[in-house]
């Protein structure tokens, strides 16, 4: 899906910790989620750079939609006054892009680590293989598994969670705001139900602290 993005001593350097990290607790899935939470402590400082400039470009949604209701015939006029306005409030509204393409490469090489396997096929955590679909959960023929639908839900939470400061009005822009904010859970649902436990564990703490990093953030801005 990424491949172009896989860096090969990134992924070496993904398996190393998370064999360092097992060797040290005896468990591949606490191995994980450490892991997840060394690479998202290493990424801190750019996520949060991100985190702000994407709440800053939502603060400023209610100016931008009054300059297309005062300029919306004139579009020069309308990309003049908006690029003032980012200018006055020293916003940038790609500073919410380079955090993503710097943290790509280390996200696919963790991907790579945990499917290609550098989890061994007999390692398991909570009850469910990790090399393996989940399947905790089984009516009949039909399994459930749970991790995909736990990542779906926390991402749901956090696409909600990034509604918070955004603009009222029901232009464009928020209504296809919207609907991501339902669609990225399907797709993340759709994408990794039939993934490795392994896989699924690591979005599933990923996706926490992503959560958890976005109301760190929110906290600071309401106070």
Known sequence: MLGFLKVPFLVDIAVAILNTI??????????????????????????????????K?????????????KYGNDKEMLNRKTVELY??????????????????????????AFRDGAIPIDASFL???LSEV??????????????????AIVTLWQQKMMQVGGSEAKDATTQSMQTMMYTMPIMMLFIFYRQPSGLNLY???NSVLSVLQQYYVLSRRNK
Not at 37 to 51: D, F, H
Not at 88 to 105: R, S, T, Y
């Open 87 to 112: 200018q006055q409030e020293k916003v940038n509204p790609a500073g919410g892009c380079l955090p993503v393409l710097i943290q790509l490469p280390i996200f696919v090489a963790l991907y790579s």
């Open 127 to 129: 009850g469910f293989k």
């Open 203 to 205: 979005f599933l703490a």
């Open 22 to 55: 097992y060797n040290l607790v005896g468990s591949y899935g606490i191995a994980i989620i450490l892991t997840t939470c060394i690479v998202r402590l290493a990424m801190l400082p750019l996520t949060l750079k991100q985190e702000k400039s994407m709440l």
């Open 57 to 69: 470009m939502k603060e400023l949604q209610p100016k931008i939609d009054a300059l297309k209701e």
């Open 134 to 151: 989940d399947a905790l959960i089984k009516l009949g023929s039909i399994s459930i598994n749970v991790l995909p639908i736990l990542t």
